[in-house]
């Protein structure tokens, strides 16, 4: 256990199906971030908020809406996703913006079918 | 353009055997310089993460890592081994000319033998 917690752990989709990805921290961080990781990609930063604020959004597909209620959980929304969304979906968070090292979770495999 | 680059895609090591993971970063000012490890099915875990003053540091289950400035590197080192070790390992980078924002390297996978 990280002190991040992500759910589901593994998640299969269809392309028209609405599902939620679900990261929880409660080590008094003030930044939470969402990345990607695919085969043979490097990782690539989704989404970033800072003291709940969205201060980043990295060119990332209208079908990905991430969401921040408060500054211990952090959401990913996910609707109509094609086949080459399938990844391991990350969640980190650190003390501030980029300054002193991430914790991430174990993240959620998912497979859009 | 600026980037962290991991020369190796994949290295494998004897089980006791000593081991040296290379990073180069490509900025002018020394940035934040970090090594993470993911086991399969697992998210990343920081090892060690260096932001200024002594240049050997020292991480978790026995790493280290040397920041050298003349060669732009960050390499990680393990003098021994084990098993439990094979895992893909990330080094990163946060730079002022990216804006602090955290720059990975795209991973060395390590195998080790028996």
């Known amino acids: 256990e990280t002190g991040v917690t992500q759910t589901p752990r593994h998640l299969v989709m269809g392309m028209t199906n609405k599902k939620s990805l679900k990261c929880e921290q409660h080590?008094?961080?003030?930044?939470m971030y969402w990345y990607k990781q695919s085969a043979k990609k490097p990782l690539e930063l989704m989404f970033v908020?800072?003291?709940?604020?969205?201060?980043e959004n990295n060119s990332v597909p209208s079908r990905f809406s991430p969401e921040c209620p408060n500054s211990s959980h952090l959401f990913l929304h996910l609707h109509t996703l094609q086949p080459e969304d399938s990844a391991l979906y990350l969640c980190?968070?650190?003390?501030?913006?980029?300054?002193?090292?991430?914790?991430f979770g174990s993240g959620t495999r998912l497979t859009v079918v | 353009a600026q980037s962290v680059t991991q020369p190796d895609i994949h290295i494998t090591v004897s089980e006791g055997a000593s081991l040296e993971l290379r990073c180069n970063y490509s900025?002018?000012?020394?940035?934040?310089l970090f090594w993470y490890v993911q086991s399969p099915g697992q998210g990343l875990q920081l090892l060690l993460k260096?932001?200024?003053?002594?240049?050997l540091v020292q991480g978790i289950k026995g790493f280290e890592a040397e920041f050298k400035r003349s060669q732009s590197s960050f390499n990680l080192r393990k003098p021994s081994v084990h098993w439990s070790d094979a895992a893909e390992y990330f080094c990163?980078?946060?730079?002022?000319?990216?804006?602090?924002?955290?720059?990975f390297g795209a991973g060395t996978r390590l195998f080790v033998k028996a």
């Open positions: 980190a968070s650190s003390q501030d913006r980029d300054s002193y090292g991430y914790t």
């Open positions: 080590l008094g961080h003030n930044a």
């Open positions: 908020y800072s003291l709940e604020e969205r201060v």
């Open positions: 900025y002018g000012a020394t940035p934040y």
């Open positions: 260096y932001f200024s003053g002594d240049t």
């Open positions: 990163a980078v946060a730079a002022v000319e990216e804006g602090f924002k955290t720059i």
